[in-house]
Nanobody
């Protein structure tokens, strides 16, 4: 099992940058696909980006070219660098660890979330 703690959320002006961090503890960090999700008020939680242990990444279309996900397997850390932030990026951002048990069954672990607000 893995425990996740996010940090780095803040209030930032449009066009600004922010870096989120996620610290993982527990065993087996390398087996997890690590991701960032977000949930805005009144909306469902959505995938922002994820990265596997080999460094392969996926991004939501809305953040491609602006956000970069990375991970440090030695430190058990995951990062989300967010540039050119827009008001529509405002949401609670959650760190996620996903373990694919089978092709259709997965185990998910979540952090407590960190608030990102983009406003002037």
């Amino acid at each position: 099992q893995v425990q996740l703690v996010e940090s780095g959320g803040d209030l930032v002006q449009p066009g600004g940058s922010l870096r989120l961090s996620c610290a993982a503890s527990g065993s087996g960090f390398m087996v997890y696909v690590m991701g960032w999700y977000r949930q805005a008020p009144g909306k469902t939680r959505e995938l922002v980006a994820d990265i596997n242990s080999g460094g392969r990444t996926t991004y939501a279309d809305s953040v491609k070219g602006r956000f970069t996900i990375s991970r440090d397997n030695d430190k058990k850390m995951v990062y989300l660098q967010m540039n050119s932030l827009k008001p529509e990026d405002t949401a609670v951002y959650y760190c996620n660890a996903r373990y694919d048990i089978t092709t259709t069954l997965r185990a998910d672990y979540w952090g407590q979330g960190t608030q990102v607000t983009v406003s002037s």
